[in-house]
């Protein structure tokens, strides 16, 4: 059925579905089956011809790939969780689902960037993102394990303007069986790993006065814990091979979350998160603390023994726990402590189960962010010295990136272990939790290895398929 689809049988299926809604005109959702395709090989033939696009992969998850906005919101101000509640119920309440698919991969969903938060340095600049963006995508194609899907959403007014959306959905369903046969022919002409290595270097001094003004925060007893972040730009004319930098991404830092948001072919950002900040599957939910951390090279089972790196652990963990709290969850129960690999960099990991009825993804988001995994403790107080110590504004470093289905299903990672591609630049952010115990040199050492892991990747993409 999914190869042998016949479009008439298609088309009478759904303009029946319209005709049995008694409505004319509205918003609608067309989703179909398709075999089951090679998401970098779709991406790949898709990438130039919309500008803009998302990418979400999860090992052995739902993943997919967001084409072009149908309905879009951005915000500034404090109440961008209620405003992304509010866009998610009217978008949903709105969708008139034209198809119906029993997996819950396949249902609808909106996509969402948040920043760290407010930009309070009040220097705008023109490379300011917003506090919010919200997608209904236009185009979205999904997949599970070996199931497809193609969505496709869209106002239609009347029958007419629905069976050229239909045919659209058709021709993109065909654009996207073929896509494997038609591999781009960009040349990608990288500069060396030493000009990435270098940049890295030039950052330290900075890097060092940084950490230093932490740890003595922490060890005066002002905070308990603060996340210091450092940011490199390097200067890359190039085209960037995204696909290839995916790939390896997967392929080298498993059990991350590969996560690309690009607003424009000029303004791109993308990374493999390896911290879930929640898992919402009706009616249960998972939170996960990962913090500490060290090179996968050095002996992994080390971290078990560190107590400085099991305090910045349970800053996050003990975070999480009054965070269900506080939003009236309390029954839950919560893994042992292990160490996970995610490739180069090995991180303590918690986590924290429970059920949960009434409660949606955006209250998980309003008391979830920002952690003490990227903030620090208390919050407020680690909030305003990363504000007066760090010398840019986060933007969508450490904030949430995920999505919400049309059954409130959702799943936000925080973006780090990344990169954004701007104004012919690649600008790296890494950071690390400063407790007392902390050490400088080594905190600026796990910096640089979460930035080297990153450019490790992008410069392994320039040539290798
Ligand atoms: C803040 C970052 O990592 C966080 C996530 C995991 C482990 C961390 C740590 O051990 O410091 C950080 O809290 C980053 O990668 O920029």
Redesign the pocket.
């Known amino acids: 059925m999914k190869n042998n689809l016949n479009f008439s049988d298609f088309l009478k299926g759904v303009f029946s579905n319209f005709d049995k809604k008694g409505v004319n005109s509205g918003l609608v959702s067309i989703c179909i089956e398709i075999p089951c395709v090679n998401l970098f090989d779709v991406y790949e033939f898709f990438i130039d011809k919309y500008s803009f696009s998302s990418f979400w992969e999860e090992d052995n998850k739902m993943s997919y790939i967001a084409l072009e906005k149908c309905k879009y919101l951005t915000l500034e101000g404090p109440k961008k969780f209620k405003v992304a509640k509010e866009f998610s119920d009217e978008n949903f309440n709105n969708l008139i689902n034209l198809t119906d698919e029993s997996n819950n991969s396949a249902l609808s969903k909106i996509i969402y960037f948040f920043s760290f938060s407010e930009n309070l340095k009040k220097k705008y600049c023109l490379f300011d993102v917003p506090g919010l963006e919200a997608i209904l995508p236009k185009i979205l194609i999904i997949k599970n394990k070996k199931n497809c899907w193609l969505r496709i959403n869209a106002h239609v007014e009347g029958k007419s303007s629905l069976r050229t959306l239909i045919e659209e959905l058709w021709s993109i369903r065909d654009q996207i069986l073929n896509s494997k046969n038609q591999k781009s022919k960009n040349i990608f002409n990288y500069p060396s790993i030493n000009y990435f290595l270098n940049s890295l270097e030039l950052s330290n001094n900075n890097l060092n006065q940084l950490i230093k003004k932490g740890i003595k925060l922490v060890e005066k007893g002002s905070l308990d814990k603060i996340?210091l972040?450092s940011r490199v730009k390097i200067e890359f004319k190039n085209k960037l091979n995204l696909i290839n930098i995916l790939k390896k991404l997967k392929t080298n830092q498993p059990n991350t979350c590969r996560y690309v948001w690009r607003r424009n072919s000029k303004d791109i950002i993308f990374g493999a998160s390896?911290?879930r900040l929640f898992s919402l599957r009706k009616p249960d939910l998972v939170l996960e603390a990962?913090?500490?951390?060290v090179s996968s090279d050095l002996n992994p089972d080390s971290l078990m023994e560190s107590s400085k790196?099991i305090k910045?652990?349970n800053y996050?963990l003990e975070y999480l726990i009054k965070s269900l709290e506080v939003l009236k969850i309390n029954n839950h129960t919560k893994s042992s402590l292990k160490v996970t690999s995610f490739g180069d960099i090995s991180?303590?990991q918690t986590l924290v189960y429970s059920k949960i009825n009434n409660i949606c993804p955006f209250d998980l988001l309003r008391v979830l962010h920002p952690s003490?995994?990227?903030c620090g403790s208390p919050k407020k107080e680690a909030i305003n010295w990363i504000n007066t110590l760090e010398s840019f504004s986060r933007g969508n470093?450490?904030s949430p990136i995920g999505w919400v289905d049309s059954e409130g299903n959702s799943e936000f990672r925080?973006a780090?272990?990344g990169a954004r591609y701007i104004d012919q630049n690649l600008e790296f952010?890494?950071?690390?939790?400063?407790v007392k115990g902390s050490i400088s040199k080594k905190?600026i050492e796990?910096?640089q290895l979460?930035f080297q892991s990153l450019v490790k990747q992008i410069f392994l993409a320039k040539t290798t398929k």
């Open positions: 996340v972040a390896p911290e990962i913090a500490g951390t790196d910045e652990h996050v991180h303590l003490p995994a990227v470093y450490a925080v780090i272990r952010t890494a950071g690390s939790g400063l905190e796990e910096i979460k």
